[in-house]
């Protein structure tokens, strides 16, 4: 059964590079049915898309992100990363990474079936 | 970008009770729309995608109907498993969005 697990560092400060990548295991990352994606929740606040990801390296990002955000995919790793740019507190959360079948006809299931456990990364000094 | 909104803001029910949510998408989405639901400290988890179509392992109580702007998704007999934050969610064009949410709580 798929599993997928964040890692990356808890604080940043602000300015700097938020950099998290999610880790695949009982699966594979090179399905052409998935994408793989990043969504985050700030506190207080509910679930924002960020990103996602096909194996390929095509990359669909918000566009209120997209000037500071970053997906990449490491296939022999069986991974893929966030990179984000420039934090504030703003960008303070819980990241999840995803998987996601919604934009591919061919996914048995569309939506986004397996989720991470999630980190939290605080942007403070 | 598709605004989702979602309807009420907060639900209490009693056990038991049937339980139904709102979810309005700023356009035609057809039926790419998926539901979630997010407890406390775990992952959100999918339980309706294609509008209707119950995620594996969902429990049949759980029901997903609507298409083009207006969805519903209904609980039948809420359990006390199922208080939680519940989330709509459109595919249908990119970026994609979320609502708000809804939280279902104890009456």
């Known amino acids: 059964q798929l599993q997928l697990q964040e890692s990356g560092p808890g604080l940043v400060k602000p300015s700097e590079t938020l950099s998290l990548t999610c880790s695949l295991s009982g699966g594979s990352i090179t399905s052409d049915s998935y994408y793989w994606g990043w969504i985050r929740q700030s506190p207080g606040r509910g679930l924002e898309w960020i990103g996602n990801?096909?194996?390929?390296?095509?990359?669909n990002y918000n566009p209120s992100l997209k000037s500071r955000v970053y997906i990449s995919v490491a296939t022999s790793k069986k991974s893929f990363s966030l990179s984000l740019r420039a934090v504030t507190a703003a960008d303070t959360g819980v990241y999840y990474c995803?998987?996601?079948?919604?934009?591919?006809?061919?996914?048995?299931?569309?939506?986004?079936?397996?989720w991470g456990k999630g980190t939290t990364v605080i942007v403070s000094t | 970008e598709i605004v989702m909104t979602q309807s009420p803001a907060t639900l209490s029910v009693s056990p038991g009770e049937r339980g139904t949510l709102s979810c309005r998408a700023s356009?035609?989405?057809?039926?790419?729309l998926a539901w979630y639901q997010h407890q406390p400290g775990q992952a959100p988890r999918l339980l309706i995608y294609d509008a209707s179509t119950r995620a594996s392992g969902i429990p049949d109580r759980f029901s997903g109907s609507g298409s083009g702007a207006e969805f519903t998704l209904t609980i039948s007999s809420l359990q006390s498993e199922d208080f939680a934050v519940y989330y709509c969610?459109?595919?249908?064009?990119?970026?994609?969005?979320f609502g708000l949410g809804t939280k279902v709580e104890i009456k």
């Open positions: 356009q035609n989405i057809n039926s790419n």
């Open positions: 969610q459109q595919y249908n064009n990119w970026p994609w969005t």
């Open positions: 995803v998987r996601d079948g919604a934009a591919v006809v061919t996914a048995p299931t569309a939506g986004m079936d397996v």
């Open positions: 990801i096909y194996y390929t390296g095509s990359t």
